[in-house]
């Protein structure tokens, strides 16, 4: 058999005449449609990214409108209006209740002071303030007062209120102490409050002294 030449094995040539690609480097062009393909690619992605995100916002406002509209039908329901107002005035009754045997406990531990007299102040207190307690010396005439107010104004104007009453010489407050949830109202804060105050003779003994 005889055998090939050198220049019988050019198969560089060979691949050029068959069209099939050399295995060079890519060309110049296919380098500048990637850098043209890229950024779109991206833009799309970010265009896709903020969709949704735009359709997450409006699924949350939409849900947030009919959690709004659901509340303003419950409040706007003369029945649930009618239930607050029973539940408020059952805690009106229970304070005016406990606040009443407080009277009667200090009326038995302090006969010296008249029913009356008690009986201004529970009426001065009303149902914003709950006296826990009644402590009186006798020998220089110091009523203390302590309590619970469902308000942060409540003590105040409380104190304010007995002021005006004219059974007391002098009303020494200094402020509150906040605590958690109040027995009238589970869903607020109290504040535990002491007064302190010189009773008038005149006006807050009994007709027995």
């Known amino acids: 058999m005889k055998a090939l030449s050198k ?19 890519p060309s110049g062009q296919g380098k500048r449609m ?12 970010g265009l896709m990214v903020w969709g949704g995100l735009q359709w997450q916002y409006r699924s949350d406002s939409r849900k947030a409108e009919n959690q709004a509209v659901q509340v303003g039908s419950i409040l ?31 009326l038995d531990s302090y006969p010296s002071l008249s029913q009356a007299f008690f009986q201004t102040i529970l ?9 826990t307690g009644f402590v009186y010396s006798a020998s220089d ?9 469902y308000g942060i ?9 007995l002021r005006q009453t004219g059974l007391f010489e002098s009303i020494s407050y200094t402020g509150y102490t906040e605590m958690g949830e109040s027995s009238a109202d589970s869903a ?18 009994s007709d027995g002294e």
């Open 34 to 45: 990637a850098l043209i393909v890229f950024p779109f690619l991206l833009l799309v992605a």
């Open 7 to 25: 220049k019988d094995l050019n198969f560089a040539r060979a691949e050029e005449l068959s069209g099939k690609p050399s295995g060079k480097a």
């Open 76 to 106: 706007g329901d003369s029945g649930y209006r009618q239930a607050l107002l029973a539940e408020k005035r059952m805690k009106e009754l229970e304070t005016e209740y406990r606040n009443a045997w407080t009277v009667r406990q200090a």
């Open 188 to 205: 607020s804060s109290c504040y535990l409050f002491r007064i302190s105050a010189i009773v008038n003779v005149t006006g807050g003994m």
């Open 123 to 131: 009426s001065s207190a009303g149902t914003q303030a709950e006296i």
């Open 153 to 161: 104004l409540d003590t105040a104007e409380f104190v304010g209120r």
């Open 141 to 149: 005439g110091l009523l203390v007062m302590t309590g619970t107010a």
